[in-house]
């Protein structure tokens, strides 16, 4: 078994030429980084680390944006045999004070040695960075271009493949105090077996927006290809969001074969890119468009098809996955050169006796989109509360082993303990299998998921009840799935005892305005209730389901059993 | 000028932030409250050319280039002009 490092440097001497990556930014050229430019530009970064004295094993922080920088800085950091840890960029809408704080809380779990940043953001770093373990702050604008650098002397050549190679947090408070760790040698594996469900090839070009903190883009968006010596046409996040044609440009101008999108990109991209802006675009490279990271919805790929066929797109393009970062990426993978099989089932019997009883579509059905066989080094169970095996077709709680999971929640030996049950990983989804495929129906732990990212409810939670006229501990928050959008939207209840409209008004713009600026969300709906509304549990907590029910039935009208309410 | 501040506030409220009792001031900060997220930035730009044909490009949507009503009016009336 090998590892990262070695693999960067067996690739580079056999196709030093080859494009590893080429880099996109709004209003400049296409930068094209090589196998060896890439190499060389990481060497560099270890080397630097190394001279620093920043040891194996130690963690170091990067904040930076979607850059060359970033590639070379992460990889550099696995040369000098440290380990990386990409935290998300400051965006526009966040306090500064606020990311501080999430600084401060990702520094005291992980106890990095430093942080490399940029020469505008050390300020703000060496704040943070005050009494915690960070020892050096590295300003990529300062570093040497040209180093002296004896390959053979670096540590990240020295490593065993059983070691941790890199750290993935999800956001929010909560999500910061969970680095996902991974070995090299479960990256490997992950890759070996997923490249075969998706059939990878030389001739493959990944194409991809997504965010590197995040399981879908660090893997299948830039690891993999990299590896894997495909070319990797990567743009940001933050300019696709503002233009997502540029991802369609990206794979007309490079033939690109395959990307990974969470469901609400396809209604993204099917509602708001205009006609004018595809004139002469051809989609018809694109072998597989992977729905990974949220609830699929078919709606979502009838509405993609639908709009972007008549630019190539192929039925059979459409792909699905299921995925999570204690897996490294992958657990199952469909509709690789055949169609997404679907489901469809019963309502009452998967809201009421938890059975998929197939039904003829229409009426009372519901259908579900397959997320396909478990990929080879995988196995899937499907257990209820006892940890019992469920047979076919009855919705329990998924359940994975795998000889790629995560090494440990990042000094967190608690929290790993607790995601293990007799040597299976419980995932927290719900969902059952069908001849042998994989169905996701929702989720057992009250996780929101808004466009791929997971928010925890309580992070949110904290930030309303300190806003002033919310009466003290009385808030929730929870997602309800908006189906135009393709995604979840989060809702916030809480209770008050004002009456006056105009304070009213007032209060429920300040929960909007305090979410968003403490946050990764944005909130459009803060819903003021009186003294008594929400509903707890016997022990005294907040319920976040019953509540939620009880919203959807009082602001939404739906007493009818949604499909998304279990969602 | 006033009726352009009008009709992207009812714009902002009834649509992006689906909240028509809600009115958004002429210097209210838009993009660096989060008031509008950035999912919605791309309806704003689609709507403003829709609405009075003039083009905000995808790289000015940021709070460099505006963050209230105020600003955005401007570059949509001097851009009206100078068609």
């Known amino acids: ?567 | 000028m006033d009726e352009l501040l009008d009709d992207l506030s009812k714009f902002i409220a009834e649509t992006i932030l689906q909240n028509p009792s809600r009115k958004i001031e002429p210097t209210e900060a838009l993009i660096s409250s989060g008031l509008l997220d950035s999912f919605h930035l791309i309806d704003l730009a689609n709507y403003v050319e829709d609405r009075f044909g003039v083009k905000i490009e995808d790289t000015e949507l940021n709070r460099q280039t505006f963050d209230d009503l105020e600003q955005l009016c401007k570059i949509i009336s001097d851009r009206m002009r100078r068609k």
Not at chain 1, 40 to 56: C, D, M, S, T, V
Not at chain 1, 138 to 144: A, C, G
Not at chain 1, 540 to 547: D, E, F, L, P, V
Request: proline letters at 5%; a neutral charge; charged letters at 20%.
């Open chain 1, 1 to 567: 078994m090998t590892t990262l490092p070695h693999i960067l440097r067996q690739n580079a001497s056999e196709e030093p030429q080859r494009t590893a990556v080429v880099f996109q930014q709004r209003n400049q050229p296409d930068q094209v980084i090589t196998i060896q430019t890439l190499y060389f530009n990481a060497l560099r970064y270890g080397q630097i680390l190394k001279e620093q004295e920043i040891h194996p094993d130690e963690v170091v922080i990067i904040v930076l944006q979607h850059s060359a920088d970033l590639i070379y800085a992460f990889f550099g950091t696995m040369f000098a045999g440290a380990i990386p840890s990409i935290m998300p960029f400051l965006t526009e809408k966040l306090s500064p004070e606020h990311y501080r704080k999430s600084l401060r809380s990702l520094f005291e779990v992980t106890q990095p040695a430093a942080v490399i940043t940029y020469k505008e953001f050390e300020a703000e770093i060496h704040q943070a960075a005050q009494n915690s373990s960070v020892r050096k702050i590295f300003i990529v604008e300062n570093l040497p271009s040209i180093v002296n650098c004896e390959i053979s002397s670096l540590p990240g050549f020295e490593r065993p493949s059983s070691s941790i190679v890199l750290l993935q947090h999800s956001s929010g408070t909560t999500g910061l105090q969970k680095g996902i760790a991974l070995s090299h040698q479960a990256v490997m594996r992950q890759l070996t077996a997923y490249q075969k469900a998706i059939h990878l090839s030389a001739g493959d070009v990944i194409v991809s927006w997504l965010p590197l903190y995040h399981d879908m883009g660090l893997i299948a968006g830039f690891l993999m290809p990299i590896l894997l010596k495909v070319p990797l046409v990567l743009m940001s996040p933050f300019d696709w969001v503002r233009s997502p044609v540029l991802l369609l440009r990206a794979i007309h101008n490079y033939h690109g074969t395959l990307a990974w999108l969470p469901n609400f990109a396809y209604n993204f991209c099917a509602q708001k890119i205009r006609s004018s802006d595809l004139d002469g675009i051809d989609l018809s490279s694109l072998r597989a468009l992977i729905n990974c990271s949220e609830p699929m919805m078919q709606s979502s790929h009838e509405m993609f098809l639908q709009r972007f066929q008549p630019y190539g797109l192929k039925v059979n393009a459409l792909a699905t996955c299921y995925a999570m970062a204690e897996n490294v990426f992958a657990v199952s993978q469909d509709g690789i050169e055949k169609p997404v099989t679907l489901d469809w089932i019963d309502r009452k019997g998967l809201l009421v006796d938890k059975i998929a009883k197939p039904r003829p579509k229409g009426g009372d059905s519901i259908c579900m989109v397959s997320a396909g066989k478990p990929i080879e080094n995988t196995q899937v169970r499907i257990l209820n509360e006892k940890g019992d095996v469920l047979p076919e077709r009855v919705v329990g709680e998924i359940a994975l082993q795998s000889d790629c999971m995560l090494s440990e929640y990042y000094k967190r030996p608690d929290l790993t303990q607790a995601a293990f049950r007799d040597g299976w990983y419980l995932t927290g989804d719900l969902g059952y299998i069908a001849n042998g495929e994989i169905y996701i129906t929702g989720r057992k732990k009250d996780l929101i998921i808004v466009g791929g990212k997971n928010i925890y409810p309580q992070d949110i939670e904290r930030i309303v009840m300190e806003v002033q006229g919310v009466y003290p501990g009385r808030a929730v928050a929870f997602g309800v799935f908006n189906e135009n959008m393709g995604t979840e939207e989060v809702v916030v209840v809480a209770e008050t005892e004002e009456q006056e409209p105009h304070r009213r008004l007032e209060i429920a713009n300040q929960i909007c305005f305090q979410v968003n600026r403490s946050s990764d969300i944005v909130l459009r709906k803060a819903i003021l209730v009186e003294r008594g509304w929400l509903l707890k549990t016997s022990s005294g907590k907040i319920a976040r389901s019953a509540n939620r029910e009880k919203y959807l039935r009082e602001f939404q009208g739906t007493d009818r059993l949604e499909f998304s309410t279990d969602r």
